[in-house]
């Protein structure tokens, strides 16, 4: 009788751990059939322990086959000492494959601690297939004694140790590398961009930002979250390594190595765990795009990110609290932000910060209101690292809180319908 906590298809670069018998037992309690008549069943997951605050179930024993071996344990940790919050749902009436229903808040902690070395955390509801051994037991009457009968019954119960498998493999998910979305979230990307990578198994540490000391000298870190023993997250675009500035083990955001061909190209990401599959993406030697997160879309309006320059107060028609704000005028100096405009002079190649003002080198137009405006920098924001900085006057255009605004690069526009905020 066979579970899966997932159902996503790895080719694995890395062995997969194979679960010896778990020292602990798996319950279910049967529910009754849905809507649908798919089988519903509480789960009790190996031994639960209140500690004041949190549950926390845990099912352990030995692994195989990934690395030298060792001792594996899945904790599900989950606020206060109620019910647990996962129902086991059959795929389909009757079925014994099930997948997790969650009904509550929850965390689960993989850890693999091999015979020798240091343990390794996986952090991603994914990729792990548990089954019954022998020995099973059922109550309350159901005949075959199995998962998807039990879950049909009301009262039911299914006990018994189990045996599976976990594959620790990254995995990018399907759409899974867009550029920066605060830019515009494009599905092709360019040399020197911010890209979002979004997945399972991307790092094996909850969360990570660059610090200053991963940096050498200028250089970002082309890897983050290792310690001693145990590699950290590392990502290659067309085999060339990214600069990595954030992990998590669903989202990591790096920068993209200059030197990167136009045209299709594999992203791959590496941990602990293993190396991921090739992801294709399609390269332009520009894509631009203009700092709009979703925070600014205002009644159904996306603005542009834009700061009156030398100053900390955003251009936006409204007040926002703990932020100062005012609409700009007629001669006014903005300053603005983007990502994947393409090179510089002097050149500045990806990973480095920035040193000093810098010219680009495609030719750049800024219209407000459909009037050109006087752009008086445009090129890498100095003390960043692949951070565009745009300082622009307003032009005379008349006052409206929804006044349009765009760029174009080399005469193509910035695919982006953006709008500010135009006072008298």
Known sequence: MLFSAAFISLPASAAIATLGQSTQTFALTGIGANASGQGQSNMKWGSCAYDGANTNCTLSGPYTGFGVGGAYSFVLSYPGNGTFPLLAVSQTPGSDLFFAQAVSAYSLVITLTPNSGPALHFYSFANFVFQYTNGTTCTGGVSPCGIGQVGLTKGATITGTITGSFDPTPFISPNGVISASNYGGFS?????????????????????????????????????????????????????????????????????????????????????????????????????????????????????????????????????????????????????????????????????????????????????????????????????????????????????????????????????????????
């Open 188 to 424: 092709v990307i360019a040399p020197g961009t911010w890209i979002e990578i979004y997945g399972v198994n991307l790092a094996t540490t909850l969360s990570q930002t660059w610090q200053g000391s991963d940096f050498n000298g200028n250089s970002a870190p082309t890897a983050i979250g290792g310690s001693t023993g145990i590699p950290g997250t590392s990502v290659t675009v067309a085999g060339i390594p990214a600069y990595v500035y954030f992990i998590s083990p669903g989202q990591v955001d790096v920068q993209v190595p200059s030197g990167v061909p136009s045209g299709r190209q594999s992203v791959v990401v590496t941990t602990a765990g293993g190396t991921s599959a090739a992801f294709p993406v399609t390269v332009n030697a520009l894509e631009p795009g203009l700092l709009a997160p979703a925070a600014f879309v205002i009644q159904g309006s996306p603005y542009i990110v834009a700061l009156f320059s030398n100053t900390l107060t955003f251009v936006l028609p409204q007040a926002v609290p703990g932020v100062q704000t005012a609409r700009a005028k007629p001669g006014d100096n903005l300053t603005l932000y983007g990502v994947g405009f393409g090179p510089v002079t002097p050149n500045t190649l990806a990973g480095q910060v920035v040193q000093g003002t810098n010219a680009l080198q495609n030719g750049l137009t800024v219209t407000i209101g459909g009037v050109a405006a006087n752009v008086t920098y445009a090129g890498l924001a100095p003390g960043y690292v692949g951070l565009y900085q745009f300082n622009v006057v307003v032009p005379t255009v008349a006052a409206n809180d929804k006044t349009p605004i765009a760029f174009t690069l080399n005469g193509a526009s910035v695919p982006q319908t953006l709008v500010i905020p135009i006072g008298n």
